[in-house]
């Protein structure tokens, strides 16, 4: 149970992540245009976002669930967040009732804004992975055995 909790934590993690960084594509979008929607585009983005990166750890669970960080390569991350995309075109397709034409325009720029995403998760969680390991160097000096432990290893404590 633990297990599937920090999965659904991690995906709402994700989920905000992407949200974010979609928002501040929609942003900057705006700003480019100037065009004047009903919805706000950075909002819309965001939203769109938050389904992407929840839709991308879903994937990324039930596909390389058991893997680590450094057992995953940045190609296969992208394709998973590709197929995300692909999956988030068709739930926005669906309910925005689009026509084929549109769908073709929208799959794509899905597809990669998804993998584009995806890379830069994994590229952001290794980092912090290094960095982690960096900072505990530091520790193990701190951690050193006393003259006690290292005769008691050595077996000539008793």
């Known amino acids: 149970m633990r297990k599937w909790l ?6 709402i993690g994700m989920g905000f992540t992407w949200g974010a960084a979609w928002a501040g594509a929609g942003i900057v979008l705006a700003v480019v245009t100037r065009f004047r929607a009903d919805a706000p585009f950075p909002l ?7 389904i992407a990166g929840v839709i991308f750890s879903a994937l990324l669970a039930l596909t390389e669930g058991g893997r680590t960080l450094d057992q995953m390569s940045l190609p296969r991350f992208a394709g998973w967040g590709a197929m995300g995309g692909l ?4 739930l926005f397709a669906r309910a925005a009732s689009l026509g084929w034409g549109d769908v073709l325009a929208v799959a794509p720029t899905f597809a990669l804004a998804c993998a584009v995403c995806a890379s830069g998760s ?3 969680a290794r980092r912090a992975v290094r ?3 960096l900072d505990s160097r530091g ?3 701190e951690a ?3 003259d006690h432990e290292k005769r008691k290893l050595l077996g000539n404590g008793d």
């Open 87 to 90: 999956l988030l075109s068709a």
């Open 6 to 11: 920090r999965r659904i934590r991690g995906a």
């Open 44 to 50: 819309v983005f965001g939203v769109l976002g938050f």
């Open 131 to 133: 960095r982690d390991l």
């Open 144 to 146: 050193a055995l006393t």
């Open 139 to 141: 520790e193990t000096a």
């Open 122 to 124: 994994l590229a952001m």
